[in-house]
T-cell receptor, first 112, second 112 residues
């Protein structure tokens, strides 16, 4: 158990819909990262937050947005969903910038 | 842009043989290079990392080497065992923003 909690574990929805993925980092970790893992693809960096502020942005689509709340949990919002958005979405946390990442179990999104 | 090339994409070895995975990165300012292992259906987990002030680091059967001049680093697994079968990801830390960029992964299969 990494200490990082992601919900939901599985989500099936239709094209055009909007979903929210939630992440609770390890106790004390200020940094939260979101990664997308599609079939046969690596871990695509989406976005990073540090203590409530956006720190870095990767290849995140404009239809996607995220935020980190004062209690340090984070949410990733995916809207106008397309078939190609089907993937495993990982959240990770670390206690510092450039430290070990601790991954959650992931949220598997299926768009039909 | 930020990029790391990882080779090979798949690797099959006999139990007891050695396995080598190589990565080449683009950010010459990076100083942190971790390797993550992802077993089937599980989350990625850190197995070893190296910082730019050393050229090699070893932990039992795994070792990582770093050549900063050539901007590449490698993972070496000796005396492979079936439980080493997994997808291995290299990564490097972007110096400016402090997030990890991952390679596309190497699927290692160790045949008993």
């Amino acid at each position: 158990d990494s200490g990082v909690t992601q919900t939901p574990k599985h989500l099936i929805t239709a094209t055009g819909q909007r979903v929210t993925l939630r992440c609770s980092p390890r106790s004390g970790d200020l940094s939260v990262y979101w990664y997308q893992q599609s079939l046969d693809q690596g871990l695509q960096f989406l976005i990073q937050y540090y203590n409530g502020e956006e720190r870095a942005k990767g290849n995140i689509l404009e239809r996607f947005s995220a935020q980190q709340f004062p209690d340090l949990h984070s949410e990733l919002n995916l809207s106008s969903l397309e078939l190609g958005d089907s993937a495993l979405y990982f959240c990770a946390s670390s206690d510092s910038l450039g430290g070990e990442l601790f991954f959650g179990e992931g949220s598997r999104l299926t768009v039909l | 842009g930020e990029n790391v090339e990882q080779h090979p994409s798949t690797l099959s070895v006999q139990e007891g043989d050695s396995a080598v995975i190589k990565c080449t990165y683009s950010d010459s300012a990076s100083n942190y290079f971790p390797w993550y292992k992802q077993e089937l259906g599980k989350r990625p987990q850190l197995i070893i990392d190296i910082r730019s002030n050393v050229g090699e680091k070893k932990d039992q059967r795994i070792a990582v080497t770093l050549n900063k001049t050539a901007k590449h680093f490698s993972l070496h697994i000796t005396e492979t065992q079936p439980e080493d079968s997994a997808v291995y990801f290299c990564a490097y830390l972007t110096r400016g923003q402090g997030n990890l960029i991952f390679g596309k992964g190497t699927k290692l299969s160790v045949k008993p």
